[in-house]
């Protein structure tokens, strides 16, 4: 399979998604299962082997358990079971693409085993793909018309495909007939909340709970509902209640990275960045793979006199946050260290402007059979070596574990003087007034983000305010709402010409350091503004974790942060920085 180039952000997964699926190859019950076919095996030698296979895998010892699998096939490679356990097992080791395969030869050999079926069916779904999973739930559902297990994972199946109003009805038909069963309503409150239904999402959740106290995904999910309405401290207790109890390893990760996040919400700083750590667990569902052969550096391993390469991770805007520990960074390698970052290309221009001693090269992120992988193409040209290598957020712990450590510099990006210089000329040549630019979205807005976001007709108190020039920084499609903001508000968002807004990157920043001021949400060009010191007003959510539980904005000190009292309620921050801007701006004209 080649693989796809990728560019969204990873982050935590909806509780709409693979996290509701119902069970799981590798169960205790699906191995007792598996064990008991054993018996019908015709050559006896390769029972022993494959028993003691499924023994490693309830143990978690998966390599042990494929070198046994593979031992028995060796013996008889027709050997359906066989293939179903091997399958097993590299599904539980995290490596889907042969996973992928061995259950489809264990199918050719088994067409009509259902189990086969159902786990190729979790598997598809685990791997993005929805329309396959759908077929094969459906093929099982025709075998098996009224199991509970394969109506939920076929409503999943149909809702990651955007078709939530079927996947809807289908979890109510099998809830008129099964009412006690807990996962259901598990899962039909997480297509709730993907459809926007959230006090439904929260009344769903709880009867899932009233149902069965002891389901970890059904307080996870609520959790991860509290976190997204901005209550990060009700999410925390909910999140730790859920990790108390046994869990597979997948559902594990997600609750330890989904708490870390509630931490730092809540300034716990330390344990948060801890917890965060989870996002790069094999077994977390959005991990994303760094293809580096070379050792991983370890908390708290010195970083004195090293060969250190540092990687961009998440999305673009993370990727600039996260490079304000770089001069952190440069002091601990000291003059013998040797840093190399690797960033989103169209950074590279400017980091490599912003810290003159780094070497910049660029990463690539694929699609792999399932997997999202990060490359650093430079590493295999071979003309320079690293000792050892790190995410960059997984520095955040060692450079930033309290509030007190975030400096209180303004700035670490250098755009280009001679564009800061051009583009106040091209500013001044414009519409007489203050110059504020502004930004009202972003490019993803999935997996809760756009909560973070409001309505662009929620703007309008900033964008009739007098007396300032408004100056369109976003990015992507947005003619509708300068269009919007010229018919029914009677306002001139000024493009700025001969910049691609989403492209010149380096161009963008210098922009923005040319403006008075700079209103948005927090997506990349607002963190390229304010990283480079420009004037900045952040409009943010109730409980969103970057604060870090302070009413200010610790990352970049110029930043005035404006949060909404509760989730949704856009309308008075909107007004109050609407009044702001007419005190501070209006009166220049």
């Known amino acids: 399979m080649m693989p796809e180039v990728y560019t969204a952000p990873v982050g935590r997964p909806a509780p709409g998604g693979a996290a509701n699926l119902m069970g799981s190859s590798a169960s205790s019950d699906a191995l007792t299962l598996l064990s008991g076919s054993l018996q019908e095996q015709r050559n006896r030698r390769i029972v022993p082997l494959l028993e003691r296979a499924l023994a490693h895998i309830k143990a978690h010892q998966t390599e042990k358990a494929a070198a046994l699998a593979l031992e028995a096939l060796g013996i008889d490679e027709r050997c359906g079971i066989g293939w179903h356990i091997l399958a097993i097992a590299q599904e539980a080791g995290g490596d889907f693409a042969t ?5 489809e030869a264990a199918l050719k050999l088994l067409p009509d085993d259902l189990e086969v079926l159902s786990n190729l069916g979790r598997l598809a779904i685990r791997m993005g793909m929805h329309p396959i999973a759908e077929q094969l739930f459906l093929h099982v559902l025709s075998r098996k018309p009224d199991d509970v297990e394969v109506v939920n994972n076929l409503a999943l199946a149909i809702a990651s495909q955007g078709r939530q109003p079927q996947a809807n009805a289908l979890l109510r038909d099998c809830i008129s007939r099964h009412p006690t069963h807990a996962g259901l309503w598990n899962s039909l409150a997480g297509i709730l909340l993907e459809e926007g239904d959230i006090e439904n999402a929260k009344i769903f959740y709880r009867e899932a709970l009233r149902l069965s106290p002891r389901l970890g995904r059904a307080r996870y999910n609520l959790g991860s509902l509290w976190l997204d309405t901005g209550d990060p401290h009700t999410a925390l207790r909910e999140f730790e209640s859920a990790l108390r109890r046994p869990l597979p390893a997948d ?10 996040l509630a931490q730092l919400a809540t300034g716990r700083i330390a344990v948060g960045w801890r917890n965060y750590e989870a996002r790069n667990d094999i077994n977390f569902p959005e991990c994303l793979y760094f293809a580096v052969e070379k050792p991983k550096w370890k908390p708290g391993q010195p970083l004195a006199g090293a060969s250190f390469l540092l990687i961009g991770e998440q999305g673009l805007g993370d990727e600039v946050l996260f490079a304000s520990i770089l001069p952190e960074v440069l002091d601990s390698l000291g003059p013998e260290g040797r840093l190399t970052l690797a960033v989103e290309p169209r950074l590279a221009p400017l980091m490599s402007r912003s810290f003159p ?3 910049v090269e660029t990463h690539r992120t694929v699609r792999a059979a399932g997997r999202t992988v990060r490359l650093v193409p430079a590493l295999d040209e071979g003309d320079f070596e690293i000792g050892c290598w790190s995410p960059m957020a997984s520095l955040m712990g060692q450079f930033r574990s309290r509030v007190e450590d975030f400096p209180q510099r303004t700035g670490y990006l250098n755009p280009a003087p001679e564009r800061v210089a051009y583009w106040r000329e091209i500013l001044a040549s414009g519409p007489v007034g203050p110059k504020v630019g502004l930004l009202w979205k972003s490019r993803v807005l999935t997996g809760g983000r756009s909560r973070f976001f409001s309505s662009f007709e929620a703007w309008e108190p900033i964008l009739r305010t007098p007396g300032v020039v408004l100056v369109n920084l976003q990015y992507g499609e947005c003619e509708e709402e300068l269009q919007l903001a010229r018919e029914r508000f009677g306002v001139e968002i000024w493009n700025p010409p001969g910049i691609d807004l989403k492209q010149d990157l380096d161009d963008v920043t210098a922009l923005s350091c040319a403006l008075d001021l700079v209103i948005g949400f927090s997506n990349a060009t607002f963190n390229l503004a304010a990283a480079a010191g420009a004037p900045a007003w952040l409009i943010a959510p109730k409980g969103v974790w970057t604060p870090l539980g302070t009413d200010r904005y610790p990352w970049y000190p110029q930043v005035r942060l404006y949060q909404t009292a ?19 701006f209006g009166a220049r004209v």
């Open 99 to 103: 996973a992928l395969n061995c259950y």
């Open 566 to 584: 509760a989730y949704a309620e856009w309308g008075p921050v909107m007004d109050r920085v609407a009044g702001d801007l007419a005190r501070e």
């Open 357 to 359: 001693t780094v070497r």
């Open 251 to 260: 559902e594990k990760a997600m609750m330890t990275m989904s708490q870390g």
